[in-house]
Each structure stands twice: as structure tokens, then as C-alpha cells.
């Protein structure tokens, strides 16, 4: 799968199957987040292939994760056979953003579900 399949797949499952990420995938999401974050300071042309890589690592202990993108971007696999430099650049500037949205919002519901202290 292309790294850009990889991400956007993950994007679309977070956004229609958070149902998806449990107890287990919750507690291993940080360290996927920990590693986005750190993205920033990686060269452009490497972003997008290390975002997708630590999204496979994540599925690998996840995997109705990798199911879910699996599932999700079955269909694309024939569609797209390279990908455009265009197609990367948008990936950086746009969708990595995106994904560190998406993995925080995971978190803070998480966090907003848990008994306890709020502040």
C-alpha cells in the first residue's frame, strides 16, 4: 500500500469507525502521536513514507486498525499506480496536520470518558 493510502486510510477509519480504536489502541496511540509529532523535524521527502510506517507499526498491534484501512482503501489500490510529487506535498501540508488532529481528538475523548479529575 502506498504511504498515502496508508494515511488517508487511517484518517477515513478515525473519522467513521472510532468505535474501532479501544481500550488497547488508546493506550498505544500516544506513541504514534509522539512519533508524528516528531515529524517536523524530518526532511519533506521522508514525512510521508516515516507517517505511514508508524501507522503500520500501530495496525501491527492494532490490527482491526490495519482491518479497518484495509477494508477502507481496498477499492483505491487498482485506481492509483504512482504517486505524484503533488500528491506527497499535499500529504505534508495538509494531511499530516490532520492526522495529529485526529489522534489528539481520539485522546481527548478518551480522556473526557475517564472517571475522575477534570481540570
Same mark, same amino acid.
Request: glycine letters at 4%.
Given at each position: 500500500?502506498?504511504?498515502?493510502v496508508?494515511? /488517508?486510510g487511517f484518517l477515513?477509519?478515525v473519522?467513521n469507525q472510532?468505535e474501532?480504536?479501544?481500550? &488497547?489502541?488508546?493506550q498505544d496511540l500516544p506513541e #504514534?502521536?509522539?512519533?508524528?509529532e ?6 519533506d521527502e521522508? &514525512?510521508?513514507?516515516?507517517?505511514a510506517?508508524a501507522?503500520?507499526d500501530?495496525?501491527d498491534? /492494532?490490527h482491526?486498525?490495519g482491518?479497518?484501512?484495509?477494508n477502507q482503501?481496498?477499492? #483505491?489500490?487498482? %485506481?492509483?499506480k ?6 506527497e506535498?499535499?500529504?505534508i @501540508?495538509?494531511t499530516?496536520?490532520l492526522?495529529?488532529?485526529?489522534? %489528539?481528538?481520539?485522546?481527548? @475523548?478518551?480522556?473526557a %470518558?475517564?472517571?475522575g479529575?477534570?481540570f
Amino acid at each position: 500500500m502506498e504511504p498515502e493510502v496508508v494515511i /488517508n486510510g487511517f484518517l477515513e477509519v478515525v473519522k467513521n469507525q472510532p468505535e474501532l480504536f479501544d481500550d &488497547k489502541c488508546l493506550q498505544d496511540l500516544p506513541e #504514534l502521536e509522539l512519533v508524528i509529532e516528531r515529524l517536523e523535524y524530518e526532511d519533506d521527502e521522508e &514525512k510521508v513514507e516515516l507517517a505511514a510506517d508508524a501507522i503500520i507499526d500501530f495496525c501491527d498491534s /492494532n490490527h482491526q486498525i490495519g482491518d479497518a484501512i484495509t477494508n477502507q482503501v481496498e477499492g #483505491l489500490q487498482g %485506481k492509483r499506480k504512482h504517486r505524484s510529487f503533488y500528491s506527497e506535498v499535499q500529504i505534508i @501540508d495538509n494531511t499530516l496536520p490532520l492526522l495529529q488532529q485526529a489522534i %489528539k481528538d481520539l485522546l481527548d @475523548d478518551r480522556d473526557a %470518558k475517564r472517571p475522575g479529575l477534570k481540570f
